[in-house]
């Protein structure tokens, strides 16, 4: 390739902090991203993609059992109405959070370290949300009716209950993945022409052909592209907010103690988002490494990561204590009882699981060593996601097991089903994730291009082989790059 | 009816959309070493009166767009239609169907109340401008658009990995094959080829 334009010199951030971990050239940026796509499929993939198939097939046959026998095959009781299905579907929609977080909230900050993990951030987004999906699909018990939930008429002539929180959900969840799956393909066409002009087969060529609408990098194109693309992160800010907050009416427009509070949306927003990113780091973790990306998702990007758990696992470890104190303070008996029984009754030993993954263990991070260190850092991105699968099963089974009379008061244990489900839904989430890592460019390189150094067209000013401006500009930019 | 297709031709050109000349003759695609060296070949090509001709580069160079003289992009029109439509659909829908189609008293609470249904407004809205942006981008792009004239060139390939284009189509009132390719060449372009629109590209360095 055209060796003239691969200006080499120390990839810097605005900050002063390398975004890449060496000096890498245009093409050196495409070809560590494209050629994993065009290789041949390593053995390995297949090994990951059979055990993650057989996941699939667990979830599929679970669900498959619960349709033959409805949801007394669930551990449900009582009390407790809401188990297994509503703490996953939480829990991975949670995860879907930063995934948006990283794509939209970050660019509308300039943050751009976002570049190196945006686009596996939104695909795992996206595969988590259709995990959660599954679940208020498959929990109504005549799944038959499912398509209640939608404003379809029928031949009843009746609508959905649009004052329920429930419907505000199929709502929210349903538009966040629209457009998180809008968002990430649009992302994607500038590197799906990319992979195109570098198909060596017909099939390939027509493929990604079709997928990249015929992009040609025009001029005209971007414009519009960019403006387009700044529009869908403004939109999906808000809404990934939304989302988690309308989940979180789920249960806070409720009237059970231990629901019923107005901490609820940000609490949970702050918790899908240190969930969201410990999940992020746990993938990347492992991409990076298999597909020697080291020096495009740097140990600075997962250190930036990791300040973010810290940061949200300390807004969630201060909801939680402020939630304690509020029960106090507010002088309702039940609500006391509801919180002291989370602590020291029967479910004690899930709460202060939830304590110590998400209040303590994140608190590590304040080391720079520790943030730095892949080991701790995978091991920590692992408790935080046990502690928040833990915190909405909280939620969810104290505040029910115990109802106003001590008669209607029982112990929820799930059943083989329930936990297989759970672990079948991985199996989906990792086939979908193997998929895109194998198929689809992992990185967004169109946009590590543009925050390159040698992006920038004044860049060459000083290079003497463009068209050097005159000596009192030259210094005017020099004096504005100090800065 | 001539300035109707004139208007078509200028939509089209806003789009990177251009006609040939003279049976075949597509246009002149030059490259150049960088994107601070594109940036100044777009500045002068427009100084020099073209208007239909385009930049091609594999990332969005940043003051592309005054260079070659474009305004500001129209899709935010587009985001605001879609997201007021968004917002009437959401109103609409809840109050039509639990107040007017059907109504159950639930609770005693009013059929229609704005208060609850601000999340299904909020989320529709969303959803509609999301929608018609990414639409709206598309359209404003002329995409899909499966054949392009600038396919035939090889070199061209490199332009969504590093090669840095400036193509000047033949259908442009300045455009004359030599003169074209000889500005080109003073701006400093390391390759020039002219884009046939039948048969391969002939190189003409």
Known sequence: ?483 | MSTIKELARDVKGSMGIFDGKDESLYGVLAEFRHPGALLEAARSVREAGFKRFDVHSPFPIHGMDRAMGLGNSLVGWLTVGGGIAGMALGVWLQWWTSAVDYPINISGKPFFAIEPSIPVIFELTILLAALSTVIGMFALNGLPRPYNPLFYSDRFRKVTDDGFFLHIAASDRRFDLESTQKLLRDLGATHIETIRDSGTADAEA
């Not at chain 1, 948006?100 to 509308?108: E, G, W």
């Not at chain 1, 990306?293 to 909801?319: P, Q, R």
């Not at chain 1, 039940?334 to 029967?346: M, T, V």
């Not at chain 1, 291009?449 to 930019?477: F, I």
Request: net charge neutral.
């Open chain 1, 1 to 483: 390739m055209s060796t003239e334009t691969h200006h080499k010199t120390a990839v810097h951030a605005l900050d002063d902090l390398p975004l890449l971990g060496r000096d890498l050239s245009f093409h050196e940026v495409t070809e560590l991203v494209a050629h994993h796509t065009e290789k041949k499929t390593p053995t390995a993939w297949f090994g990951a993609f059979a055990l993650a198939n057989a996941g699939l097939l667990l979830l599929v046959a679970m669900i498959a059992y619960l349709f033959w026998n409805g949801t007394g095959v669930w551990g449900l009781n009582n009390p407790v109405g809401w188990g297994y299905a509503i703490v996953n579907f939480v829990f991975w929609v949670g995860i879907g959070h930063a995934g948006t977080l990283i794509s939209a909230i970050l660019f509308l900050f300039r943050q751009q370290w976002r570049t190196a993990i945006n686009r596996s951030a939104e695909a795992m987004t996206i595969f988590a949300v259709m995990c959660a999906l599954i679940f208020p699909g498959i929990h109504v018990g005549r799944v038959w009716a499912a398509y209640w939930m939608l404003p379809i008429p029928n031949q009843m002539e009746m609508w959905p209950q649009f004052k329920s929180p429930l419907l505000w959900d199929v709502f929210a969840v349903s538009t966040y993945f629209t457009v998180s799956a809008v968002f990430w393909y649009v992302g994607m066409i500038p590197d799906l022409a990319t992979m195109r002009d570098r198909a060596t087969t017909t099939l390939r060529r027509k493929v990604l052909g079709f997928l990249s609408m015929g992009w040609t990098g025009a001029n005209r194109h971007w414009r519009n592209y960019e403006k387009a693309y700044l529009l869908l992160a403004a939109l999906a800010t808000p809404l990934v907010l939304s989302v988690h907050s309308v989940v979180s009416f789920d249960f806070a427009v409720s009237i059970i103690p231990g629901w019923h509070t107005t901490i609820f949306p940000p609490y949970f927003v702050a918790g899908a988002i240190f969930s969201g990113f410990a999940m992020v780091v746990t993938l990347l973790v492992i991409a990076r490494k298999i597909y020697k990306l080291e020096d495009i998702i740097t140990i600075g990007h997962l250190e930036k990561m990791n300040i973010i758990i810290l940061l949200t696992g300390t807004m969630v470890g201060f909801a939680y204590i402020t939630e304690f104190f509020i029960a106090w303070y507010s002088g309702v008996k039940y609500e006391q009882y509801a919180f002291l029984n989370r602590a020291f009754g029967p479910y004690a030993w899930a709460y202060w699981t939830m304590m110590f993954c998400n209040l303590v263990f994140p608190q590590f991070f304040w080391f720079k060593k520790l943030r730095r260190s892949i080991p701790f850092m995978f091991a920590v991105s692992i408790t935080t996601n046990i502690g928040m699968w833990f915190e909405r099963f909280v939620i969810t089974v104290t505040s029910l097991h115990r109802d106003y009379l001590p008669s209607s008061w029982d112990y929820y244990t799930p059943t083989w089903v329930d936990v297989l489900t759970f672990v079948g839904s991985f199996g989906l989430f990792f086939t979908l994730f193997l998929l895109f890592l194998r198929f689809a460019p992992m990185v967004a390189i169109a946009e590590v291009k543009y925050v390159m150094p040698q992006a920038d067209p004044h860049y060459y000013d000083d290079h003497g082989d463009g068209h050097a401006g005159d000596q009192a500009a030259k210094l005017a930019r020099s004096s504005h790059h100090a800065s």
